[in-house]
């Protein structure tokens, strides 16, 4: 009981008590965290299957980041799904129609896919044989296209059986911004040499 009143004592002569108190609560609570960590870096360790120790290759997702010149390191690997049809369903480009002449920007292609019962797919594109696009199944928005005939290729693919099928659409592009505007050319009044 001694010790008890000579630590009450102690304390209440100290000047500033708040800071000590807030002290000795900081000192306290840094094993804790440590704990913490220690605790969730051996739960991680022990959910890491040997496969995934030796593994360097990280696991990252990027849709529709833009061309890509390796054709082969964007395709999406065919995943199991006995739910639904392992084909293509049904799929058109809507708009632009073939051979229309669009001056929209940005260009926005208009892909219908009725999926029904099919499996899920995702799609690449290019225009007039440039790099072809990551696969993904967002909307196609392509801005500040240059003027010039256009052929739009669409490959689409089935997630689950990784088939493909390639659509077509040709198309006139007329970018508002390369139109040269129409200036009238200076007049010059004839000019007479003298002596001729």
């Known amino acids: 009981m001694e010790k008890l009143k000579h630590a009450r004592t102690w304390i209440s002569n100290l000047p500033d008590k708040k800071r000590y108190f807030e002290f000795v609560t900081a000192l306290l609570s840094i094993p804790v965290l440590l704990t913490v960590f220690y605790i969730n870096y051996l739960s991680i360790q022990e959910k890491k299957t040997p496969q995934d120790k030796n593994s360097t290759t990280p696991t990252v997702v990027v849709v529709n980041s833009g061309n890509n010149d390796d ?100 198309f006139v592009y007329e970018n508002e911004e390369d139109i040269p505007t129409p200036t009238a050319a200076p007049t010059q009044a004839p000019t007479t040499t003298p002596g001729i």
């Open 71 to 170: 054709d082969d390191n964007n395709d999406p690997a065919p995943t199991a799904s006995p739910e639904c049809i392992a084909e293509i369903g049904p799929v058109e480009i809507v708009s632009p129609e073939e051979d229309a002449t669009i001056d929209n920007n940005p260009l926005e292609i208009d892909i219908d896919y009725d999926q029904g019962d099919y499996c899920s797919v995702v799609w690449s594109y290019r225009i007039n044989n440039s790099s072809w696009s990551d696969y993904s199944d967002n909307d196609i928005l392509i801005y500040n296209l240059s003027s010039g005939n256009k052929t739009f290729e669409l490959r689409v693919k089935s997630i689950v059986s990784g088939k493909e099928k390639t659509l077509r659409r040709s």
